[in-house]
């Protein structure tokens, strides 16, 4: 018998054939969850079942639960076994998005969001036109015009450029206005072509860098998206597989662990997001104009200076997000009504109870019973380790050293706590359960803060090198071998190996670390034009897209998943090929759907936030 496998009657059937004249019943569909426990010698085994069963409508859950318990009793004999019922759900109990108050805030929003996107196009294209048309009307006339200027959204004065150059604009960076060089863009112009289309469809495909990353940035974060996906795929598809001893052998395979150690391509993104924030906050407060504002002098200034970070990227991820948890609380709860198929997450009921929590990026410090979107977990640590760099960041750019030693007290704080948590937990890091103490080693924000503080630190390091730094070949080829050999050694260390305390504890508060050492030479390495081949890559301009997407495709990739297999009336008989099929059609689709969002509510609202940015009013002034 196999590990565990669904009989599941079709719901679809009993749904296309209930109003056929079958006296004297109307029947509904019933879900049994129940573990079977297998007793006889030989076959031994605990296997959990999923079983769907047409009756009367007029049973109750408590008459089903009694129509079960009634046939164990009278089969009991016949094979050494205990069943325990766990739970029954009724799929004929009529949910409705249309009574559902939360469908309604989505639609009002949405449709909200969609007339401005279309008031802003047809404001852009508006734009457009007028600009050929004074084109065409300078060439007829072989006249000069000096005047008429196209601005972008939050952008210098400086950076302004005439109508010759109108083409190469629409192409490269977007048009946002057109109006008189000693006009300043009216706010409500510039909020209405926030919303544009066309203008945010060229900037995400525009293949430039980019003033707010580095270019090798771009193919981290593509990489690590579709390392995530690939986990995510294959742990989901296995949660409903008839054959679960596929995942049993699949274990038994070298190149499986880069699956069970996907937890790293999370600590890549969390070193990117370090990096990132630091090298930007030292590259624009080394500005002499940025220095000289007397709004970031004092303690005041500073806590200002916090406020207004805290603001910006409260304000720039939140939208989207609160979009997608509605999302998912209203189709998870369709979906438990409907579904035969059940997954073990209570979306359906803690996303309206809590929602709250994942609002202000706290979801980590609860149950995860408790818990909405339990992939968000990542969004929350990232935020909580935001607040804690800027406060660093600010200390470190009046007091360096006080700051960096801050940063390492932390940094050494957070592997003692990860030590002392995996001895009393007695924790060994292992294949098969590479999310053992979920809760308390793999998400909590005190244990996963190492790669932040190292990628802080290399961020730092660029900005002071300016990117620039001249190496030898020795020094290459051995940071490089270095760096490789220690990544695989982590990803792949644990293969045949079980580890006593010292090394899982070692292993454990250590490796997340290591990783970010290793990734932090990788970004190095090719910033400075050390990379060779894998900068070639990661730097690659067609990526930059993509990469644009990541936040989006992040935040709805496992409900795309959840849709697709709760939509199915049966499971899965897992192959390499399927799971290979599944993650394609998985990571294709995600990025389908990141790109509605990212037009419709991730882009609209940065270029707004650049708008009304106090950076941005000072320049005016």
Request: charged share 15%.
């Amino acid at each position: 018998m196999q590990q565990g496998y669904l009989d599941l009657i079709s719901n679809n059937f009993m749904n296309n054939n209930d109003t056929m004249d079958l006296p004297p019943y109307e029947v509904n569909v019933n879900s049994v969850s129940l573990t079977l426990t297998i007793q006889k010698y030989g076959i031994n085994g605990t296997h959990n079942i999923t079983l769907g069963l047409c009756l009367p409508s007029s049973c109750t859950v408590q008459d089903v639960m009694r129509i079960l318990m009634i046939f164990d009793k009278e089969n009991a004999n016949q094979i050494p076994r205990k069943i325990t019922f766990n739970h029954v759900r009724n799929l004929s109990q009529g949910y409705s998005v249309w009574n559902d108050k939360t469908f309604y805030i989505l639609l009002v929003v949405s449709a909200f969001v969609i007339l401005f996107v279309i008031f802003g196009t047809l404001y852009d294209i508006t734009l457009r036109y007028r600009v050929l048309r004074a084109d065409e009307e300078r060439k007829r006339n072989n006249t000069v015009l000096t005047e008429l200027k196209i601005l972008r959204p939050g952008v210098d004065f400086k950076e302004e450029i005439t109508i010759s150059k109108l083409w190469s604009v629409k192409t490269h960076n977007g048009s946002l206005n057109v109006c008189n060089s000693k006009d300043v863009p009216k706010p409500l112009s510039e909020a209405l072509l926030s919303f544009s289309l066309l203008l945010n469809l060229s900037k995400l495909g525009s293949l430039d860098v980019g003033n707010d990353t580095l270019a090798p940035i771009h193919g981290l974060r593509f990489v690590s998206l579709l390392w995530v996906i690939m986990v995510h795929t294959c742990l989901l598809a296995n949660e409903v597989s008839d054959n679960k001893v596929f995942r049993r052998r699949a274990e038994d395979d070298f190149l499986y662990q880069t699956i069970s150690n996907g937890t790293y391509a999370v600590d890549t993104f969390f070193f990117m997001s370090g990096c990132l924030v630091s090298f930007l906050y030292f590259r624009t407060i080394a500005k002499q104009r940025i220095r000289e504002m007397k709004i970031t002098q004092g303690c005041l200034g500073q806590f200002l200076q916090f406020l207004g970070m805290m603001w910006y990227r409260y304000f720039r991820l939140t939208p989207p997000y609160l979009l997608v948890i509605g999302l998912i609380q209203v189709s998870m709860k369709w979906y438990h009504d409907h579904s035969m198929i059940e997954l073990p997450a209570l979306d359906h009921v803690t996303c309206e109870k809590y929602w709250w929590r994942n609002a202000l990026y706290i979801n980590t410090y609860f149950d995860m019973d408790d818990r909405c979107m339990v992939w968000s977990w990542y969004l929350a640590n990232d935020t909580q380790f935001y607040t804690v760099g800027i406060i660093l960041l600010i200390i470190a750019a009046n007091l360096l050293p006080v700051g960096a030693v801050i940063a390492g007290v932390f940094l050494i704080v957070s592997w003692i706590v990860t030590a002392l948590v995996t001895l009393h937990a007695k924790h060994t890091p292992t294949i098969q359960d590479p999310f053992a103490h979920y809760e308390s080693l793999y998400d909590k924000p005190w244990t996963r803060i190492g790669p932040y503080l190292i990628g802080m630190a290399a961020g730092w390091f660029l900005f002071k090198i300016n990117c620039k730094i001249n190496m030898n070949k020795a020094i290459i080829v051995s940071g490089w071998t270095l760096s490789i050999a220690t990544m695989l050694s982590i990803v792949y260390g644990l293969y045949g190996n079980m580890f006593g305390p010292t090394l899982s504890v070692m292993y454990t508060a250590l490796s997340h670390s290591g990783w970010a050492l290793c990734v932090s030479w990788v970004l190095i390495a090719c910033v400075t034009g050390n990379g060779g081949i894998v900068n070639t890559f990661l730097s690659w301009k067609y990526i930059y897209p993509i990469s644009r997407l990541t936040y989006c495709a992040y935040l709805v990739h496992p409900a795309l998943m959840r849709a697709m297999i709760l939509r199915g009336e049966s499971s899965f008989h897992l192959t390499r090929g399927l799971v290979a099929i599944l993650f394609f059609g998985v990571t294709v689709s995600s990025y389908a759907v990141s790109l509605v969002l990212s037009l419709l509510f991730e882009a609209p609202m940065v270029s707004l936030l650049r708008i009304v940015h106090p950076l941005r009013q000072w320049k005016r002034d």
